[in-house]
């Protein structure tokens, strides 16, 4: 969990993802998409992937723990989250207020 956290706080959007979750390609492409740079932690690329999955699970009340978004070092939640944010017009001004966009 610490390291979850410490990832959270290092940028201004984070997403937890594994390389082969096509939801999770879909959540990153639509950050990039908006002018966001975020940073992606590839949880099957890390040693410690697995557990910081199951951390994530546990935070999102769900499995699989991924993608998880951190907006603002906050956990925002997965794609449904996102997407509902996006599409209700709300996800743009989080992520001004979290310095993720300038415009």
Known sequence: M??????????AVVIFSRSSCCMCHTVTRLFRELGVNPMVV???????GNEMEKALARLLGRSP???AV???SRL???TDKVMSLHLGGS???ML?????LWV
Request: aromatic residues 6%.
């Open 65 to 67: 723990g991924v993608p």
């Open 76 to 78: 925002v939640g997965s």
């Open 91 to 93: 996800l743009v001004p």
């Open 96 to 100: 001004r207020n979290a310095g993720a």
């Open 70 to 72: 951190f907006i603002g």
């Open 2 to 11: 610490d390291r979850v956290t410490r990832y959270a706080s290092q940028r």
């Open 42 to 48: 590839e949880l099957d690329e890390d040693p410690q």
